[in-house]
């Protein structure tokens, strides 16, 4: 039962373009979201998220959209960088025992092309 | 990764031998986390922890066990390492909040299972 799905397992962008990254969910019970970034040999970084309560996020080049009735949520880098390379997660959570229970989507792998 | 390490960074263990990983913060916060993270499969919840031995399961917790003995310290233990164990583990730890929380990872444990 996969609650966060990430359906492109890659994507490709010339530099400068617009990058969009999808995720959708099932669980309606998540209330926060949120997108990580991940290079080789190193941990998740956390980047930007969103609160079930607002529709758009935004921080710098990166503006997270949600769509609740969809379930349905997308990352937009703007203008995409060389540096924006590497593997990108979604997550939707819900509190558990006091804390945020993350549920994370397999992972979109963006290259940006110089 | 400041305030969290992880410990070691990569091992190679032989099938049915115990190996026991290591998270240390440095942040003082109450909840960690333990995830694998597999192509195709993402990040996936094995064991998480809320206070001093106080833990939980999490999706893919069979065959491994944690302990929290101190709050700094979050230890997973694969009982007999099989070769699907063979994965990047990471730790995260988080604060409590209101609204969200945001998980910061270590950097990973590399685990090969020959």
């Known amino acids: 039962d996969q609650q966060v799905k990430q359906n492109s397992p890659s994507l490709s962008v010339q530099e400068g373009r617009i990058s969009i990254l999808n995720c959708d969910y099932t669980n309606s019970m998540f209330d926060y979201f949120l997108w990580y970034k991940k290079y080789p040999a190193e941990g998740p970084t956390f980047l930007i998220s969103i609160s079930s309560i607002k529709d758009k996020n935004e921080d710098g080049r990166f503006t997270v959209f949600l769509n609740k009735s969809a379930k349905h949520l997308s990352l937009h880098i703007v203008p995409s960088q060389p540096g924006d390379s590497a593997v990108y997660f979604c997550?939707?959570?819900?509190?558990?025992?006091?804390?945020?229970?993350?549920?994370f989507g397999t992972g979109t792998r963006l290259k940006v092309l110089a | 990764d400041a305030g969290i390490t992880q410990s070691p960074r990569h091992k190679v263990t032989e099938t049915g031998t115990p190996v026991t990983l290591r998270c240390h913060q440095t942040e003082n916060h109450r909840y960690m986390y333990w995830y694998r993270q597999d192509p195709g499969h993402g990040l996936r919840l094995i064991h998480y922890?809320?206070?001093?031995?106080?833990?939980d399961k999490g999706e893919v917790s069979d065959g491994y066990s944690v302990s929290r003995s101190k709050t700094e310290d979050f230890l997973l233990t694969l009982e007999s390492a099989t070769s699907s164990q063979t994965s990047v583990y990471f730790c995260?730890?988080?604060?409590?909040?209101?609204?969200?929380?945001?998980?910061?990872f270590g950097s990973g444990t590399r685990l090969t299972v020959v």
């Open positions: 922890s809320y206070g001093v031995k106080d833990t």
């Open positions: 997550a939707g959570g819900r509190v558990v025992s006091g804390t945020y229970k993350y549920i």
């Open positions: 995260a730890i988080s604060s409590p909040r209101i609204r969200g929380a945001v998980y910061t």
